[in-house]
C-alpha cells in the first residue's frame, strides 16, 4: 500500500494549516514575511512525534507547538 502523499502546508500532527510562511511564499512566488516558527520553541519531545515520513517534509502548527509547550510547563510544574 503506498504512502500518502506528504502536504507540507499542512500540520503532520493534527493535519490544521501549519501557516508556513516558506510554504506560501513557495506556492504563490510572493515573499513573505519570517514564519511565525522563528520565535517559537519546539521540545525534542514533540519533534519525536511527527511520523517519520513527515519529517523534514511538513511544518508542525503553532496549535500543536503552544500546546507541546504548555504540557511541558505543567509536567515541569
Known amino acids: 500500500m503506498p504512502t500518502p502523499a506528504i502536504d507540507p502546508g499542512r500540520c503532520p500532527l493534527c493535519g490544521s494549516d501549519n501557516r508556513c510562511a516558506m510554504e506560501i511564499q513557495r ?8 514564519c511565525w516558527c522563528v520565535d517559537a ?19 508542525i502548527c503553532a496549535a500543536c507547538a503552544a500546546q507541546a509547550l504548555r504540557g511541558a510547563r505543567d509536567a515541569a510544574g
Open 27 to 34: 506556492e504563490t512566488g510572493q515573499t513573505q514575511p519570517p
Open 41 to 59: 520553541t519546539f521540545s525534542p519531545d514533540l519533534f519525536k512525534r511527527i511520523p517519520e515520513a513527515a519529517r523534514g517534509q511538513a511544518c
